[in-house]
């Protein structure tokens, strides 16, 4: 069965940092490229980027760019989000969500990280 | 990036109603178009894929259609268990993106 859990979410203050975790299990997580997907609190969603299987490619939205760095460990078959500079805007629920082979969708989501940002 | 415009935002049907959300978006997306379905506090869950592909264990009266920019899933008879809101997203092109998502709740 796959299962993606994420962890690291927290209250953290405009400017600050955090970094989340998201451990994948039940699929060969070496295998796929991952992506992370926010929902603010007014339920909408928003792809905010993607790593390739190795590491070496990662893209990013727009919003988050130059502030958030996507990364991962294959060994360990954990997915990460660092997030840097972070803004009221960046308050979400944070998803790992896994596509589908060789298609271009999200078909497996962790469960979700509550990132607040405020003072 | 494409634009995703769901409607309506918010539904209200009673049980065994026929029930249809629509999807538009700003450019053909050529059938790349999938229904998420969200329970209050739980991740997205895949519902339909490539307009009217059901996920396997989702039942039959779930339904979609469309192609060019217009998109529609539909609920044949709804159930209590229906209870959600239902995201559309597009798979066409990068950034993938989302529809602005439909409240559906028992009347």
């Known amino acids: 069965e796959v299962q993606l859990v994420e962890s690291g979410g927290s209250l953290v203050q405009p400017g600050g940092s955090l970094k989340l975790s998201c451990v994948a299990s039940g699929f060969t997580f070496s295998n796929y490229w991952m992506d992370w997907v926010r929902q603010t609190p007014g339920k909408s969603l928003e792809w905010i980027g993607e790593?390739?299987?190795?590491?070496?490619?990662?893209n990013y939205a727009p919003s988050i760019k130059d502030r958030f760095t996507i990364s991962r460990d294959n060994a360990k078959s954990t997915l990460y989000l660092q997030m840097s500079n972070v803004k009221s805007d960046d308050t979400a629920i944070y998803y790992c969500?896994?596509?589908?082979?060789?298609?271009?969708?999200?078909?497996?989501w962790g469960q979700g990280v509550m990132v607040t940002v405020s003072s | 990036d494409i634009q995703m415009t769901q409607s309506p935002s918010f539904l209200s049907a009673s049980v065994g109603d026929r029930v249809t959300i629509n999807c538009k978006a700003s450019?053909?997306?050529?059938?790349?178009l999938n229904w998420y379905q969200q329970k209050l506090g739980e991740a997205p869950k895949l519902l339909i894929y490539?307009?009217?592909n059901l996920q396997t264990g989702i039942p039959s009266r779930f339904s979609g259609s469309g192609s060019g920019t217009d998109y529609t899933l539909t609920i044949s008879s709804l159930q209590p268990e229906d209870v959600a809101t239902y995201f559309c997203l597009q798979h066409s092109s990068r950034p993938r993106t989302f529809g602005g998502g439909t409240k559906l709740e028992l009347k």
């Open positions: 790593i390739n299987t190795d590491g070496s490619k990662t």
């Open positions: 490539n307009t009217n």
């Open positions: 450019q053909n997306i050529n059938k790349y």
């Open positions: 969500t896994r596509p589908r082979y060789r298609y271009n969708f999200f078909d497996y």
